[in-house]
C-alpha cells in the first residue's frame, strides 16, 4: 500500500513538472485566445503582462480591424487610452452604437490616420468635429455617421469636402430631412440609408420635408453598385426616400446589382421609376440582391428584373400579388442559378386580409416548398412570417406536411414561421365530439371542450391520439445548423411595433387560426432537438398553457444567448410564471430577455430566477397591467453586473417608475457607462417621446419587436 501511495505521488510531481502553462502555447494558438478578448482589455491590460504578450497583442491580425460597440462597461476615459494605443494600428474601427461617450472622446479619432473605415453610427458627433475628423483621415473610403438636427453641409471645411469625395462606401442614419453628406460623394459605389424621422415633433409640430431643390440634381450615382433604405413607420420618410430616388428617374446607374428598400405600413407611396429599374437589372444579370415594396412593382417588371440573374438575397415581404410570378422565377428557370440564393424573405407572401374568405391558393403548398428547397439547397436564412398552412390531408407529391417539405432546407441558420405550420390539424376527437348529437335535455349543461389546448407534462410519452408535435420534430431532424428561430402567432401585435404595420384593421384577430391554437407545450418541449440554437422568439401562442416545454427546452439547449417571449397563452392571467422561473434559472448564458406578457408581476421571485443569469446585458420587460418591485429591481441590477439596459415598461404610477429609474441611474451609472435605464407607464400617453430618446440601436436590437431573420444584409440590427 505505502509504495502505491508513493507511486501516485512521484506521479503528480510528474505532472505538475511537466504541465503546459500560456507562455509554453505556440504564438498562434495564444493569438486564436487573444481574438476572443475585448480590445480595451487587449492594449490596456493583457499588453503589460510581459513582453511575449505585448508583442502578441499589438499583432496586426488583432489590432487592424476593431469594434468597440460591445465595449460597455469601457468608459471615455479608457477608450481614449485604448484609442492611443491603437492609433498607430487600426484601419477599420467600429463604434457603432457606442452612445455613451462624450464628444470630446471623438476628437481623438483623429490620431487615426491610417483608418480606412470608421462607423460612428449614434455616437455624438457635431458638424465641426465631423469636419475636423473627416480633414484629418486622409485614407477613408468608408464611413458611417448619424444625420442629426443641425447638422449643415456648408459648415465642413474643404479638406473635409475633399475626403468625402475619395469615399467608396456610405451609411447615413437620418434622423433629420437631409442629403446628409451625398452631394459631396461622387465616387460612391454603396450607399446604405436609415430614415428614422418622425412625422411631428416632441412639441408637437409637423416636420417639414422641404429640402433645397438646388440639390435635388447633386447626387448622380454614376458609379453606385449598391442601394440600401430602410424606413420606420412614417410619411416624411417616404417623402424623403423619394427625393433620394428622384435621379433614379432620369439614369439608372449601369453598374447597380443591389437595390434594398424596406417601407413598412400597408401602403407605401409609389414610385413610377420602378419598371425602368427592373429593365436596367435585368441589362448585367450580376443582380445580388432585390427587395422592393409591393406597390413598386407588377409581375412583368419583377420578371424581368430576375431573368438572366443569380440573386443571393431576394425579399418579398407582404407582396401577395406578386407571390405567382415569385415562385414561377424560382422553380420555372426565371433565375439563372437558383443555387446562389443565400436569404429568403416571403413573410406575408400569401397574406390576405382576414375578413375575406381564404381559399387553398391562400396558404404554403408543401409540393411547392419541396420544390424549392430542391432548386434554391444553399437557402441559409428563410422568412415564413405573416403566411398560413393548414394541415388536413396529404398533398401533392407525397409530402404530408409542409414541415417534411422545410426539413429539405439542409443549411438554414435562421429561420421564421407562422404558428400554424406547425400544426398537425385540428384535433379529429375533439371535433368529432363538437359534432355528435346530444340529448336536449342535458345540453345546457354540458361544458363545450376547449379547442387545440393540449396538455403537455415534461417527460411524458406520446398522448392516445398521436404525437402533437410530430410534424414539428420531423422538421428538427434536418436543421442540424439552425442557429436562429422564431415561431409567430397570426395574430400577433406587440404594444410596441418597429417596422411591421401599426394599423390594427389588417391583424388578423388573436386566436381565429384554429391550426395556430394547437400549437403548445409539447411544440416548445421539442424544441430541445436543436442544440445549437443561440436566439429564440416566441410570440403570440395561445395554445401555450403552463410553459413546461419551456423549461425542457431550457435544459438541453444550454447556448441560447437571446430570448424572445410574447403574448404566450391567455391574456387575461400569466399562467406560465412557474415555468418562466424555472426556465431563467437554466439560462446561463443568456445576454438578451425580452418579455412581454400582460399581467406579468415582477416581483422578488422573478428577479432572482433573473440573476441566475449570470452574464445577461439586456432587459426588457412589456406588461399592460404589470406590476414591478423595486427593491427586487434594485437587487437584480446589483447581482447581474454586467447589465447595462434595462427597459421597463409596465403599470404602476408615473411617480413610482420615475422613482425606480432614478434610483437605478443614480446607483449603477458609474460602474457601466453605457447604462440606460427606462422605467416608464406602458399605456401613457407621452411614452412615444419617451422611445424617441432611448439610442436607437437598443431599439432596433431588443425593445421595439421586429423580425431579424433575411432581413437587409447592410443593415441588420445585429
Known amino acids: 500500500m505505502d509504495r502505491h501511495i508513493l507511486q501516485a505521488v512521484h506521479d503528480e510531481d510528474t505532472m505538475s513538472s511537466t504541465s503546459v502553462g500560456m507562455s509554453d502555447l505556440s504564438d498562434e494558438i495564444l493569438l ?32 487592424s480591424t476593431v469594434s468597440l460597440s460591445e465595449e460597455y462597461l469601457a468608459d471615455d476615459l479608457l477608450v ?54 473627416l480633414s484629418s483621415l486622409p485614407l477613408l473610403t468608408s464611413l458611417a455617421f448619424d444625420v442629426t438636427a443641425g447638422f449643415t453641409l456648408a459648415r465642413l471645411s474643404s479638406e473635409a469636402v475633399d475626403s468625402l469625395s475619395r469615399l467608396s462606401e456610405l451609411r447615413q442614419t437620418l434622423l433629420t430631412p437631409s442629403y446628409g453628406v451625398v452631394p459631396c460623394c461622387a465616387q460612391l459605389r454603396k450607399l446604405m440609408l436609415q430614415f428614422d424621422i418622425p412625422d411631428v415633433t416632441k412639441e408637437g409640430v409637423g416636420v417639414c420635408c422641404q429640402l433645397m431643390v438646388g440639390q435635388s440634381s447633386v447626387p448622380h450615382y454614376q458609379q453606385l453598385e449598391e442601394f440600401t433604405a430602410r424606413l420606420a413607420p412614417g410619411e416624411v420618410n417616404q417623402t424623403l426616400l423619394l427625393l433620394y430616388l428622384a435621379v433614379f428617374s432620369v439614369h439608372v446607374p449601369k453598374r447597380l446589382r443591389v437595390f434594398l428598400v424596406s417601407i413598412p405600413g400597408p401602403n407605401p407611396a409609389h414610385w413610377p421609376a420602378a419598371p425602368s ?16 415594396p409591393r406597390s413598386w412593382l407588377d409581375t412583368s417588371s419583377l420578371k424581368a428584373a430576375l431573368e438572366g440573374n443569380s440573386p443571393k438575397h431576394l425579399s418579398f415581404s407582404r407582396c401577395s400579388a406578386l407571390r405567382p410570378q415569385v415562385f414561377q422565377s424560382l422553380l420555372e428557370g426565371g433565375v439563372e442559378d437558383a443555387a446562389q440564393l443565400l436569404s429568403l424573405n416571403l413573410s406575408g407572401i400569401n397574406q390576405v386580409v382576414y375578413s375575406e374568405c381564404r381559399s387553398a391558393d391562400d396558404h404554403l403548398l408543401p409540393w411547392t416548398m419541396s420544390r424549392l428547397a430542391v432548386g434554391c439547397f444553399n437557402i441559409k436564412h428563410l422568412n415564413l412570417m405573416h403566411t398560413h398552412y393548414h394541415h388536413e390531408t396529404p398533398n401533392q407529391g407525397g409530402e404530408a406536411h409542409l414541415c417534411a417539405s422545410l426539413a429539405k432546407f439542409r443549411h438554414l441558420r435562421s429561420l421564421t414561421l407562422p404558428a400554424c405550420a406547425l400544426s398537425d ?8 365530439t363538437n359534432n355528435s348529437p346530444s340529448s336536449a335535455l342535458f345540453l345546457g349543461f354540458k361544458k363545450s371542450p376547449r379547442v387545440g389546448f393540449p396538455n403537455y407534462r415534461p417527460g411524458s410519452g406520446p398522448s392516445p391520439s398521436g404525437d402533437s408535435a410530430a410534424a414539428l420534430k420531423q422538421l428538427l431532424t434536418g436543421f442540424p445548423l439552425l442557429e436562429t428561430l422564431e415561431l409567430i402567432g397570426p395574430g400577433f401585435v406587440s404594444a410596441l411595433p418597429r417596422l411591421e404595420p401599426c394599423g390594427r384593421a389588417h391583424v388578423e384577430p388573436r386566436g381565429m387560426c ?59 392571467i400569466m399562467n406560465y410564471t412557474p415555468a418562466l422561473l424555472d426556465t431563467l434559472k437554466q439560462c446561463t448564458q443568456l445576454q438578451e430577455l425580452r418579455l412581454e406578457q400582460p399581467y406579468l408581476n415582477a416581483n422578488a421571485l422573478f428577479f432572482n430566477a433573473l440573476s441566475c443569469c449570470s452574464r445577461l446585458r439586456r432587459l426588457c420587460l412589456i406588461s399592460r397591467s404589470g406590476t414591478f418591485d423595486p427593491l427586487a429591481t434594485e437587487t437584480f441590477m446589483e447581482r447581474c453586473c454586467h447589465v447595462t439596459m434595462c427597459h ?62 433575411a432581413q437587409p444584409p447592410h443593415l441588420s440590427p445585429w
Not at 486564436?32 to 497583442?57: E, F, G, M, Q, Y
Not at 423549461?551 to 447556448?559: H, I, K, N, P, S
Not at 460602474?671 to 422605467?679: Q, Y
Not at 436607437?696 to 436590437?701: A, E, G, P, S
Open 32 to 63: 486564436c485566445i487573444l481574438r476572443h478578448v475585448p480590445v480595451c482589455d487587449l492594449v490596456l491590460n493583457v499588453a503589460n503582462v510581459c513582453h511575449k504578450l505585448h508583442t502578441l497583442s499589438h499583432d496586426k491580425t488583432l489590432l
Open 80 to 133: 481614449r487610452h485604448a484609442l492611443r494605443q491603437l492609433a498607430p494600428h487600426v484601419q477599420s474601427l467600429s463604434l457603432n452604437g457606442c452612445y455613451w461617450l462624450a464628444g470630446s472622446t471623438m476628437e481623438l479619432l483623429s490620431r487615426c490616420r491610417g483608418v480606412t473605415h470608421l462607423d460612428v453610427t449614434g455616437c455624438r458627433l457635431t458638424t465641426p468635429r465631423l469636419s475636423r475628423l
Open 277 to 292: 429599374l427592373a429593365q436596367s437589372l435585368n441589362r448585367r444579370g450580376d443582380l445580388v440582391a432585390l427587395q422592393l
Open 514 to 572: 384554429a391550426w395556430a391554437q394547437g400549437v403548445g407545450d409539447a411544440h416548445v418541449a421539442a424544441l430541445e432537438a436543436l442544440p445549437r440554437l443561440h436566439r429564440l422568439t416566441l410570440a403570440g401562442l395561445p395554445g401555450v398553457l403552463k410553459g413546461t416545454g419551456l423549461v425542457q427546452l431550457a435544459g438541453q439547449c444550454r447556448d441560447l444567448k437571446v430570448l424572445s417571449l410574447a403574448n404566450l397563452g391567455s391574456l387575461k
Open 425 to 432: 390539424g385540428l384535433n379529429s376527437h375533439q371535433v368529432s
Open 648 to 709: 421597463m415598461f409596465m403599470g404602476g404610477t408615473l411617480v413610482a417608475c420615475r422613482t425606480l429609474q432614478k434610483v437605478l441611474r443614480d446607483r449603477f451609472s458609474v460602474d457601466r457607462p453605457a447604462l440606460s435605464v427606462v422605467v416608464y407607464p406602458l399605456q401613457h400617453e407621452d411614452l412615444p417621446s419617451i422611445i424617441r430618446d432611448i439610442p436607437l440601436t437598443l431599439l432596433d436590437r431588443i425593445t421595439l419587436f421586429q423580425s431579424h431573420v
